[in-house]
């Protein structure tokens, strides 16, 4: 079945510590790559988004984001890591031709130790 | 602007018990949305509304969900009768609709937490 997967549930790093959370979907054709995140007792909020162009994506809060269209891959990544990016991250993906539907990944929790 | 409001913020209820939501989305966005987040999981939309016209219901559970978008604005969903394994969080979401949708996203709100006991 097509889907959005995340490659780790749970992550822990101590801060300062570097950060790569995976994404891979299973969609063909053009897709939009969106991560989200959501901070303790907080709604959803977007970090980044690709659409097209430069497939490294800058967003909020010093993240960033590969997109490699051969690997079906949409890696989120940050140099170092604060206490206070300690949240759930969600990668989210709007295929072709399926009427603007986001889909989602299972989320993968960050904690990050002080 | 203001974000998408939504209303309880919690909500706690016994099985078989009705319960509704309720959500006002960003103004002028054409596109609505509900979520159902079950802990532990990523959101998964329940229904899609293009103004007050339903897009996509495929994974709405029809025999106890519905939901509404009189005049194209505001939007209830209902749970009647509420099961345990209905706890969740129940997200509403808006976009501008079409290929704004594709290039910006959504915007969420803060949900409303349901438990089901």
């Known amino acids: 079945a097509q889907s959005v997967s995340q490659h780790n549930h749970h992550v822990i790093l101590s801060e300062a510590a570097s950060l790569e959370l995976g994404c891979n979907y299973s969609y063909g054709g053009t897709v939009n790559l969106f991560w989200y995140v959501q901070y303790p007792g907080q709604h959803l909020q977007l970090l980044l988004k690709?659409?097209?162009?430069?497939?490294l994506v800058k967003g909020i809060k010093g993240f960033e984001a590969e997109f490699i269209k051969s690997k079906f891959s949409f890696n989120l990544r940050k140099p170092s890591v604060q206490w206070s990016d300690t949240a759930e991250y969600f990668c989210a993906v709007i295929p072709y031709n399926q009427g603007g539907k986001l889909i989602f990944g299972q989320g993968t929790e960050l904690s990050v130790k002080p | 602007e203001a974000g998408v409001a939504q209303s309880p913020r919690y909500k706690i209820i016994e099985k078989r018990q009705s319960v509704a939501f309720w959500c006002n989305p960003i103004s002028g966005h054409a596109t609505l949305y509900w979520y159902q987040q079950i802990l532990g999981q990523g959101p998964k939309l329940l229904i899609q509304f293009q103004n007050n016209g339903v897009v996509d219901d495929s994974q709405l559970p029809k025999d106890r969900f519905s939901a509404e978008r009189l005049k194209g604005v505001d939007s209830t969903l209902k749970i009647q009768p509420a099961k345990l394994e209905d706890s969740a969080v129940y997200l509403c979401?808006?976009?501008?609709?079409?290929?704004?949708?594709?290039?910006?996203?959504?915007?969420f709100g803060s949900g409303t937490r349901l438990t089901v006991v």
């Open positions: 690709y659409f097209s162009g430069d497939p």
């Open positions: 979401a808006s976009s501008l609709g079409g290929r704004y949708t594709s290039n910006y996203g959504y915007t």
